[in-house]
């Protein structure tokens, strides 16, 4: 299964869409929110980034603080109006990529010599 990768420029604010084949998402699988990545399977050698999320096949969004994958039911707290300490159950993912999962979101930590507007330069995508 294919999975489409948002790669973020933290200088210029910009993001980049990039979509894999299953053979190049292999080697996603098994990383986790916050895992450092060489992004050189992206064809952006030089570059280096760090996974910031993503999301499930049916679009619910991955949680740091859920380990394993798939889907699981949390309880969390909440404050509505002038009721306080409302608990509510809410679907997410877990913390790790699997097959399951439609999109990674990556931040790019260190650059490399070409600028990436060249390496990106038909997938531009302001965010």
Do not use: C, H, W
Not at 64 to 87: E, Q, Y
Not at 92 to 115: C, F, R
């Amino acid at each position: 299964m294919a999975i489409k990768v948002v790669i973020n420029d933290v200088k210029t604010g910009k993001s980049y869409q990039k979509e894999l084949d299953a053979e190049k998402a292999d080697s996603l699988y098994g990383m986790k929110i916050g895992q450092n990545i060489e992004l050189s399977i992206f064809d952006l050698n030089g570059y280096s980034g760090v996974i910031t999320g993503g999301s499930y096949m049916t679009g619910t969004s991955m949680s740091n603080s859920i380990d394993g994958m798939g889907l699981k039911k949390a309880l969390f707290g909440k404050s509505l109006g002038n009721r306080s300490n409302i608990r509510l159950r809410k679907s997410l993912a877990g913390n790790t990529v699997s097959q399951s999962t439609s999109q990674v979101n990556i931040k790019i930590t260190k650059y490399g010599d070409k600028p990436i507007d060249e390496l990106f330069s038909s997938n531009t995508a302001n965010g």
